[in-house]
């Protein structure tokens, strides 16, 4: 914990301030005043990053690494303040200096280096591993340009390009010392010494990765971790940029924009796949110069090779790092001379594998003669790996050629990377029980019946400093006053909340804090979008990708129906609602923009009818990101959980949200299952088909929307609204979400579950109208969300994955 008085953090920051402007307090913009604080709380970081560092190595503590494509920070100012304890002394001494801190935090650009849950969770567990004394780092890319930014224009999203260090990024620190050359193309030379085959990579083409490293800094226990990622930079030997020769000048032109092309921008795709050239070089990109920098490392700080899988583990958040697996043995046999049996053993003991999705759609695949192209040394390995594995695989099932096949690395003319994730890994995860036990009994079978021990549970977490004591400071003011603060520490003490669920006072302050928030959040609706909500009606939210799994239409068409049936029955008695949606879709995903369009569509015309907007209204806040889901969640009321079930394989948000004491409405998937057992039936609301009625329906057919529409007038005319001109005189508008209801048969059961989720909604009306019972609800989901805590979550992986330590019980 950083030891310093308001009154030195005041000089100090005067002092930054001029040093860096070169003006007076005075005369500076706020965003100037911002990067006076982020600069002067950089520094402050500084001397304790370097003590950990030193730490580390002096106790020779097992370094984690944690490999990932995405990191979706959001703002780190706030974060930063608050793990070194000094969030109120900044508060109170910038008040001094007329300096509004809550302003300048709004001026940070979020770090927006993930596409949503599973760049968010990566972020999540940065921040529990520093707090909790693991020595865990992540290693990752800088991309240029993070996530879109999404901007809604005539109702349709509009992609506008993420230009996040457009003003610099002041929490990184550039090593160019520290760069790693990573090689593409090329030939592999094989040649025969003294009996040995030995490898030679020629021809190739060098990229050099240079490293910017993050503070990642631990809650109050003077612990700051490395978050590293990596950019694509040319080599200035590579060409000769002076040359006046033009044809010369034209090749290195196209070098440097080939190279910096690596580290230009995020896929914009979630739980999808595009089988692109320039996405594989990213992936091995990241991999080759994390596990070359680590190495190298660990080398240079007297470690023995021989015992690298006792010192460092590797994690592999989804299959986007499973190129570490051949890199570590090319690194290992090629460059340290290790035999094949051992290198193997200690890739194996190193490295780890989450699976996050069981979309077919997600699961990556490269085709071989691109792989073999780009990768030549790389590709061998895998051939290798695959070799010996599959000959494992016909000594222990003779002549089941099919199973083989399917389990195979290389297979039909792709090299698949899960199967090598697995293959190469000593532990596989799912991220919530039910999905765990999906991957065991369906999609991963084969390997789960091969390698059973190698299958677990690790339920998804969030960091509740950032989702509660950050996003929620008033709720997190009333835990401490009812409970104590020991649920800072130790998250699961929240428990103790359960007591004063009945508590009438208790539940009057929840409902008050519940208020402010919704105020804060009506008053920046108003301010950014000009739409004016009811304070009172009840924030019904769905905020998350968008994406046909996730459902948004299944809620766009019960607004709809509501909609028609206030029209009917004016005098109808139900809950005032706002309806707030946000969420961006992948640009070519041509379904989810249309769905965009629609919930935007119906909004405007719901929003513009006078004789039925006093009781309804309905939002789609523009480019959803971590810090608008920081003003959001904390002012729901109710929360939409309503994917397909067997689709979600987690869900982050549900937690999230209620850890903020919001109600959620769900269908059994992912982690809203944990949730459900956490709270009990009385205090979530549960719908629609359960597991096994979907799988029964994908294995055997017998689903067939057309028909339920055709029988139900109701739906009917819901259905009939998208093309018959209601909302859109354009009456092809909105044929793709047609089709796909009607003609393609509901492939994720929206109509199926209509009248489920009806019935759901009305019980929330039921509820909330009551509510010393609905503020009872938001008590006992705020209680049980301490499990939920990334902190619980981390310390699995640590103990049952990664066998590393946690320092953090003895720092207490
Ligand atoms: C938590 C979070 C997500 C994940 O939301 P789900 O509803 O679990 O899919 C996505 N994006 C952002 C910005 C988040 O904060």
Same mark, same amino acid.
């Given at each position: &914990?950083?030891?310093?008085?308001?009154?030195?953090?005041?000089?100090?920051?005067?002092?930054?301030?001029?040093?860096?402007?070169?003006?007076?307090?005075?005369?500076?913009?706020?965003?100037?005043?911002?990067?006076?604080?982020?600069?002067?709380?950089?520094?402050?970081?500084?001397?304790?990053?370097?003590?950990?560092?030193?730490?580390?190595?002096?106790?020779?503590?097992?370094?984690?690494?944690?490999?990932?494509?995405?990191?979706?920070?959001?703002?780190?100012?706030?974060?930063?303040?608050?793990?070194?304890?000094?969030?109120?002394?900044?508060?109170?001494?910038?008040?001094?200096?007329?300096?509004?801190?809550?302003?300048? /935090?709004?001026?940070?650009?979020?770090?927006?280096?993930?596409?949503?849950g599973l760049?968010?969770?990566?972020?999540?567990? $940065?921040?529990?591993?520093?707090?909790?004394?693991?020595?865990?780092?992540?290693?990752?890319?800088?991309?240029?340009?993070?996530?879109? %930014?999404?901007?809604?224009?005539?109702?349709?999203?509009?992609?506008?390009?993420?230009?996040?260090?457009?003003?610099?990024?002041?929490?990184?620190?550039?090593?160019?010392?520290?760069?790693?050359?990573?090689?593409?193309?090329? /030939?592999?030379?094989? /040649?025969?010494?003294?009996?040995?085959?030995?490898?030679?990579?020629?021809?190739?083409?060098?990229?050099?990765?240079?490293?910017?490293?993050?503070?990642?800094?631990?809650?109050?226990?003077?612990?700051?971790?490395?978050?590293?990622?990596?950019?694509?930079?040319?080599?200035?030997?590579?060409?000769?940029?002076?040359?006046?020769?033009?044809?010369?000048?034209?090749?290195?032109?196209?070098?440097?924009?080939?190279?910096?092309?690596?580290?230009?921008?995020?896929?914009?795709?979630?739980s999808?796949? +595009?089988?692109?050239?320039?996405?594989?070089?990213?992936?091995?990109?990241?991999?080759?110069?994390?596990?070359?920098?680590?190495?190298?490392?660990?080398?240079?700080?007297?470690?023995?090779?021989?015992?690298?899988?006792?010192?460092?583990?590797?994690? &592999?958040?989804?299959?986007?790092?499973?190129?570490?697996?051949?890199?570590?043995?090319?690194?290992?046999?090629?460059?340290?001379?290790?035999?094949?049996?051992?290198?193997?053993?200690?890739?194996?003991?190193?490295?780890?594998?989450t699976n996050h999705t069981i979309l077919?759609?997600a699961? /990556?695949?490269?085709?071989?003669?691109?792989?073999?192209?780009?990768?030549?040394?790389?590709?061998?390995?895998?051939?290798?790996?695959?070799?010996?594995?599959?000959?494992?695989?016909?000594?222990?099932?003779?002549?089941?050629?099919?199973?083989?096949?399917?389990?195979?690395?290389?297979?039909?003319?792709?090299?698949?990377?899960?199967?090598?994730?697995?293959?190469?890994?000593?532990?596989?995860?799912g991220v919530a029980?039910l999905h765990t036990?999906i991957l065991?009994?369906?999609?991963?079978?084969?390997?789960?019946?091969?390698?059973?021990?190698?299958?677990?549970?690790?339920?998804n977490?969030?960091?509740?400093?950032?989702?509660? &004591?950050?996003?929620?400071?008033?709720?997190?003011?009333?835990?401490?006053?009812?409970?104590?603060?020991?649920?800072?520490?130790?998250?699961?003490?929240?428990?103790?909340?359960?007591?004063?669920?009945?508590?009438?006072?208790?539940? +009057?302050?929840?409902?008050?804090?519940?208020?402010?928030?919704?105020?804060?959040?009506?008053?920046?609706?108003?301010?950014?979008?000009?739409?004016?909500?009811? +304070?009172?009606?009840?924030?019904?939210?769905?905020?998350?990708?968008?994406?046909?799994?996730?459902?948004?239409?299944?809620?766009?068409?019960?607004?709809?129906? $509501?909609?028609?049936?206030?029209?009917?029955?004016?005098?109808?008695?139900?809950?005032?609602?706002?309806?707030?949606?946000?969420?961006?879709?992948?640009?070519?995903?041509?379904?989810?923009?249309?769905?965009?369009?629609?919930?935007?569509?119906?909004?405007?015309?719901?929003?513009?009818?006078?004789?039925?907007?006093?009781?309804?209204?309905?939002?789609?806040?523009?480019?959803?990101?971590?810090?608008?889901?920081?003003?959001?969640?904390?002012?729901?009321?109710?929360?939409?959980?309503?994917s397909?079930?067997t689709k979600e394989a987690s869900g982050?948000? %549900?937690?999230?949200?209620?850890?903020?004491?919001?109600?959620?409405?769900?269908?059994?998937d992912g982690a809203?299952?944990?949730?459900?057992?956490?709270?009990?039936?009385?205090?979530?609301?549960?719908?629609?088909?359960?597991?096994?009625?979907?799988?029964?329906?994908?294995?055997?057919?017998?689903?067939?929307?057309?028909? $339920?529409?055709?029988?139900?007038?109701?739906?009917?005319?819901?259905?009939?609204?998208?093309?018959?001109?209601?909302?859109?005189?354009?009456?092809?508008?909105?044929?793709?979400?047609?089709?796909?209801?009607?003609?393609?048969?509901?492939?994720?059961?929206?109509?199926?579950?209509?009248?489920?989720?009806?019935?759901?909604?009305?019980?929330?009306?039921?509820?909330?109208?009551?509510?010393?019972?609905?503020?009872?609800?938001?008590?006992?989901?705020?209680?049980?969300?301490?499990?939920?805590?990334?902190?619980?979550?981390?310390?699995?992986?640590?103990?049952?994955?990664?066998?590393?330590?946690?320092?953090?019980?003895?720092?207490?």
């Amino acid at each position: &914990m950083l030891n310093i008085d308001k009154e030195t953090f005041k000089s100090d920051y005067i002092q930054k301030f001029i040093e860096i402007h070169g003006k007076d307090l005075e005369e500076g913009t706020d965003y100037n005043k911002y990067e006076a604080l982020a600069s002067l709380i950089r520094d402050y970081v500084a001397k304790m990053w370097i003590d950990t560092n030193k730490r580390y190595k002096e106790n020779k503590s097992k370094q984690v690494y944690y490999f990932s494509m995405e990191f979706l920070l959001g703002r780190l100012l706030g974060s930063n303040l608050l793990n070194l304890g000094i969030n109120d002394l900044c508060r109170e001494g910038l008040n001094e200096l007329g300096i509004d801190l809550t302003k300048l /935090e709004y001026l940070e650009e979020d770090q927006g280096l993930g596409n949503g849950g599973l760049g968010r969770l990566a972020a999540c567990f $940065l921040d529990s591993m520093a707090s909790l004394g693991i020595s865990g780092h992540g290693c990752g890319i800088r991309y240029k340009h993070g996530f879109f %930014n999404q901007k809604i224009i005539n109702f349709s999203q509009v992609e506008v390009p993420d230009d996040w260090l457009k003003r610099g990024n002041l929490w990184e620190i550039k090593k160019s010392d520290k760069a790693r050359i990573v090689k593409f193309g090329g /030939e592999v030379k094989v /040649e025969y010494i003294d009996g040995n085959l030995k490898f030679h990579h020629v021809n190739y083409e060098k990229v050099q990765a240079v490293p910017y490293d993050m503070p990642i800094v631990g809650y109050k226990n003077n612990v700051v971790n490395t978050l590293r990622l990596w950019s694509a930079e040319p080599l200035s030997n590579e060409f000769d940029f002076s040359s006046f020769n033009r044809g010369d000048f034209k090749k290195a032109m196209e070098y440097k924009d080939s190279v910096e092309a690596i580290s230009q921008v995020l896929y914009p795709d979630d739980s999808f796949y +595009e089988g692109k050239l320039l996405r594989l070089k990213q992936e091995y990109f990241f991999v080759s110069a994390g596990i070359q920098s680590i190495i190298h490392h660990f080398k240079s700080t007297g470690g023995n090779i021989k015992e690298l899988d006792e010192k460092i583990a590797i994690h &592999m958040n989804d299959t986007h790092p499973t190129l570490a697996v051949p890199e570590l043995m090319r690194i290992l046999v090629d460059e340290e001379g290790i035999g094949w049996d051992n290198a193997w053993r200690m890739t194996n003991n190193i490295m780890s594998y989450t699976n996050h999705t069981i979309l077919a759609e997600a699961l /990556e695949k490269w085709p071989v003669d691109m792989f073999k192209k780009l990768l030549p040394r790389i590709f061998m390995i895998i051939q290798e790996i695959d070799r010996r594995f599959c000959e494992g695989l016909r000594n222990k099932y003779p002549g089941q050629w099919d199973k083989i096949n399917k389990m195979q690395i290389i297979n039909g003319g792709f090299v698949k990377m899960a199967n090598l994730a697995i293959v190469g890994s000593h532990s596989v995860n799912g991220v919530a029980k039910l999905h765990t036990e999906i991957l065991k009994k369906q999609e991963m079978s084969d390997f789960y019946y091969c390698y059973p021990n190698k299958f677990n549970n690790k339920t998804n977490g969030i960091t509740h400093r950032r989702w509660l &004591m950050i996003a929620n400071p008033q709720l997190t003011e009333l835990l401490k006053k009812t409970i104590g603060d020991s649920f800072i520490t130790h998250p699961t003490d929240m428990i103790n909340f359960q007591k004063f669920a009945k508590d009438s006072g208790v539940q +009057e302050e929840l409902k008050r804090i519940k208020n402010r928030n919704k105020k804060k959040l009506a008053d920046y609706i108003y301010k950014v979008q000009g739409i004016r909500v009811d +304070e009172e009606s009840m924030f019904d939210v769905q905020v998350k990708r968008l994406h046909a799994y996730k459902r948004q239409t299944l809620n766009c068409i019960r607004i709809m129906d $509501l909609y028609n049936r206030l029209l009917d029955n004016p005098n109808l008695d139900i809950v005032p609602r706002t309806f707030i949606f946000a969420g961006k879709s992948a640009p070519g995903y041509y379904l989810a923009k249309d769905i965009i369009t629609l919930i935007n569509t119906v909004a405007n015309k719901i929003n513009n009818d006078n004789r039925v907007n006093k009781k309804i209204k309905v939002v789609f806040m523009e480019n959803y990101r971590v810090s608008l889901a920081e003003t959001i969640i904390p002012a729901a009321d109710l929360s939409e959980q309503i994917s397909t079930t067997t689709k979600e394989a987690s869900g982050t948000s %549900n937690m999230k949200f209620m850890m903020n004491g919001a109600v959620t409405i769900a269908t059994l998937d992912g982690a809203n299952v944990e949730i459900r057992d956490e709270v009990g039936d009385d205090n979530i609301v549960i719908f629609g088909l359960t597991e096994r009625e979907v799988l029964n329906y994908y294995k055997n057919g017998g689903y067939n929307s057309q028909k $339920l529409i055709n029988n139900d007038d109701r739906i009917k005319k819901i259905i009939n609204s998208l093309i018959d001109g209601t909302y859109s005189k354009d009456t092809n508008k909105f044929k793709s979400i047609y089709q796909n209801l009607v003609t393609y048969n509901d492939e994720f059961f929206v109509i199926k579950d209509f009248y489920s989720y009806l019935e759901a909604q009305k019980k929330v009306d039921d509820l909330y109208r009551n509510t010393s019972r609905w503020q009872e609800m938001c008590a006992v989901n705020i209680a049980h969300s301490g499990i939920f805590s990334s902190d619980r979550t981390i310390k699995e992986y640590a103990t049952g994955i990664w066998g590393s330590k946690c320092m953090y019980e003895n720092l207490q």
